[in-house]
C-alpha cells in the first residue's frame, strides 16, 4: 500500500527542521529581550527575516511555538545537567553536581532561562498545558529524592532527614533563581550555585564523629 497515505506523521525534511529550530530560538531570544506581552509572532517572524506567514506553515499557532520553547529548554538543561551529575563519583559529589550544573545552566543559557520564567508568568494556553506544569515539578522532586535515598542507604547521607522534604527543599532553591535573574541580569550564578551547594552538602551530609569535651581540653599544666 501506498506508504504516504498510511503514514499520519511523515517525518518533516532537514529543511524543515532547521528551519523550525532557528523560530524556536529567534522566540526564546524574543521572548527574553522584550517580554512576553511584546513577543508576538511578527516580531519573532521579523526577528528571523521571514515572513509571519512562514511560521504559520512549521507551527500551528503561538501556543505551538510556546509549547516547543518550553521543551527545547527543558532538553537542553537535562543535556547538560545530567551528564555532569552522573560523572560525579559519590553521592556528595552528585548532589553538588546536580545543584552548582543547574546554576551553571543559568549562566550559559540566560536567554533560555528567561524566556521560560516569562512563559511561565503569562503564557495560558488555549488547548493542552505547558509542559511545565505540576507534573514537571513532581518528577523533579521524585528523581532527586531517590537519589537521596540511594545514598541515605549506602551511608554517605544523614539518614534521619526526610527525603522528599529535602528534594522539594533543594528544587525549591533552585527554582527561585530564574526569577532573580530575570529581575537582575547581573546575578551571579555561578556564587549562588556554589552557596546552595555548600549549603545543601551541610544539610544532608553525615556529621563527623562529635570529639568528646575532654579531648579538646588542653593538657595540665
Known amino acids: 500500500m501506498n506508504q504516504l497515505i498510511d503514514d499520519p506523521a511523515p517525518r518533516r525534511s532537514f529543511i524543515e527542521e532547521a528551519r523550525r529550530a532557528q523560530l524556536v530560538t529567534c522566540a526564546i531570544d524574543t521572548v527574553a529581550e522584550l517580554g512576553f506581552g511584546q513577543a508576538s509572532l511578527a516580531r519573532i517572524a521579523e526577528r528571523a527575516g521571514i515572513s509571519k506567514g512562514?511560521?504559520?506553515?512549521?507551527?500551528?499557532?503561538?501556543?505551538?511555538?510556546l509549547s516547543e520553547v518550553v521543551t527545547e529548554v527543558l532538553a537542553r538543561g537535562r543535556e547538560y545537567i545530567e551528564p555532569r551529575v552522573t560523572r560525579a563519583p559519590t553521592g556528595r559529589g552528585k548532589l553538588r553536581a546536580y545543584v552548582e550544573a543547574s546554576l551553571a545552566f543559568m549562566g550559559e543559557y540566560r536567554n533560555h532561562?528567561?524566556?521560560?520564567?516569562?512563559?511561565?508568568?503569562?503564557?495560558?494556553?488555549?488547548?493542552?498545558?505547558?509542559p511545565l506544569g505540576p507534573g514537571f515539578v513532581d518528577a523533579a522532586v521524585t528523581a532527586l529524592a531517590q537519589l537521596l535515598v540511594k545514598f541515605q542507604g549506602t551511608g554517605e547521607f544523614r539518614s534521619d532527614f526526610d527525603p522528599v522534604v529535602m528534594a522539594t527543599a533543594i528544587r525549591a532553591a533552585i527554582d527561585a533563581v530564574p526569577r532573580r535573574l530575570a529581575n537582575d541580569p547581573e546575578v551571579d550564578v555561578e556564587h549562588y550555585g556554589t552557596e546552595l551547594a555548600d549549603l545543601f552538602d551541610l544539610a544532608t551530609r553525615r556529621e563527623a564523629p562529635h570529639v568528646h569535651d575532654h579531648d579538646s581540653e588542653p593538657p595540665p599544666a
Not at 54 to 65: Q, R, S
Not at 113 to 130: D, K, L, Y
Open 54 to 65: 512562514v511560521i504559520g506553515y512549521h507551527f500551528a499557532g503561538k501556543d505551538e511555538l
Open 113 to 130: 532561562v528567561i524566556a521560560v520564567v516569562e512563559i511561565t508568568r503569562n503564557w495560558r494556553p488555549a488547548r493542552g498545558s505547558s
